[in-house]
Structures are given as structure tokens and as C-alpha cells.
């Protein structure tokens, strides 16, 4: 079981990204408020998770949860900027939207660029040991996901519906074989299938 909440005394929003170490197509970042109280005995990590488990749980996310939101930044802008502040400027627009101002951040990892002078805790592995920070996890992988099958379609050699934009060696080959696509992150070397992406 994860834990409700990491203090009593301010209201916590969960922070946590998704496709930060991927090739092509946006990262994605939610946040959540859930109830104090709340607890669910699957809610978990959404890398442990089976693709159905993600999507069965968001819905019960969406329906508990006091307040959520998620922010998108496209290939173009991570180019520009660079991923790790494109993953942070991400959970800064899903900030935002939060029609509840937290007065703590609970952030997946060990980095953060703080947000609107808001306290905030880096928990590494933060995922699989708080429920707010998991039900963000939840919401920015399946978004992401939705996303990444919606534009599978348009360029097929490369397999999106099943890597959704991660280096698997199928997609680093189709990528030598065919180029990149216009949703392909340039300033990422993905030309060789056995390279490891460093971030």
C-alpha cells in the first residue's frame, strides 16, 4: 500500500511526467490533489501496471480526485529547451490548471524547478510510494499514450502503437531505414539502434 499523504498540514498536489526518455512526440505532466483519506489497494506505479489497470484507473482518478490537470510539451518546444526543463515546464502547466492551489508539490525524481514560490519535495521513486504522485503518473502515461496512438497511424513504419515513441531497436532501425518524422525530437541521437539514450 502507498501513502495517503506525506504531511497533514498542507494540501498536496502529486507531480510526475511521462516520455521524457522517448524519441518522438510530446512529454506529458499531471498533477493531482486527492483526498486525505483516499487509498486503493491497485493504484500504483503506472510502469507495474498492465496497459487496462492504467485506463480503469484514471477513471477513478478523474471521478476521486479533488482537483487535476495535465500539461503537454511538444517535440519542437523540447528541442528548444532541452527535456529535463521541458519535463518541468510540463508540470508547471499542469500546475497551473489546478483549480486548487496546493501548499506542498510532491515531485517524482530527484529535480524540480520550483513553482510559483509553493514549497516542493523531490521523492525519487515517488511513484510507487505516494497515491497522488502514482495518480499522476496514471494520468500523464495514459494521456501520452492516447496521444501517441492517435499519430501511430500516420507514419506506421515506426511502430508507435506499440513503443509509443520509445527507443526500442525496431524504432531506431525504422528511423535509419526511413528518417525521422516531423514529430521526431532532432536534438536526441537516435541514429544508432545500440546506442543507450543518455538524459
Not at 497533514?8 to 490533489?33: K, N, T
Not at 487496462?52 to 503537454?72: N, P, T, W, Y
Not at 501520452?144 to 532501425?173: C, F, V
Request: glycine fraction near 6%; charge should be neutral.
Amino acid at each position: 500500500m502507498l501513502s495517503s499523504f506525506y504531511q497533514s498540514e498542507l494540501i498536496e498536489a502529486g507531480c510526475d511526467e511521462a516520455g521524457r526518455g522517448c524519441l518522438a512526440g510530446p512529454v506529458f505532466a499531471a498533477a493531482v490533489i486527492l483526498p486525505q483519506d483516499f487509498s486503493h489497494p491497485v493504484l500504483n506505479d503506472s510502469k507495474k501496471l498492465k496497459e487496462k489497470e492504467r485506463f480503469e484507473l484514471r477513471d477513478l482518478i478523474e471521478k476521486q480526485a479533488l482537483s487535476f490537470a495535465v500539461g503537454v510539451i511538444d517535440h519542437q518546444e523540447i528541442d528548444r529547451i532541452n527535456i529535463l526543463n521541458a519535463s518541468f515546464r510540463a508540470m508547471h502547466l499542469a500546475l497551473d490548471q489546478l483549480n486548487i492551489r496546493p501548499g506542498l508539490i510532491l515531485v517524482d525524481g530527484n529535480r524540480f524547478k520550483p513553482y510559483s514560490n509553493l514549497p516542493h519535495q523531490c521523492i525519487i521513486k515517488g511513484d510507487g510510494k505516494f497515491y497522488s504522485i502514482a495518480a499522476a503518473s496514471i494520468l500523464a502515461k495514459t494521456y501520452r499514450d492516447e496521444y501517441m496512438l492517435k499519430i501511430a497511424s500516420e507514419y506506421p513504419q515506426y511502430e508507435w502503437e506499440i513503443n509509443k515513441g520509445y527507443p526500442t531497436i525496431k524504432h531506431r532501425n525504422a528511423v535509419i531505414a526511413h528518417g525521422l518524422s516531423p514529430y521526431h525530437r532532432k536534438s536526441f541521437r537516435i541514429s544508432d539502434p545500440q546506442l543507450s539514450l543518455s538524459l
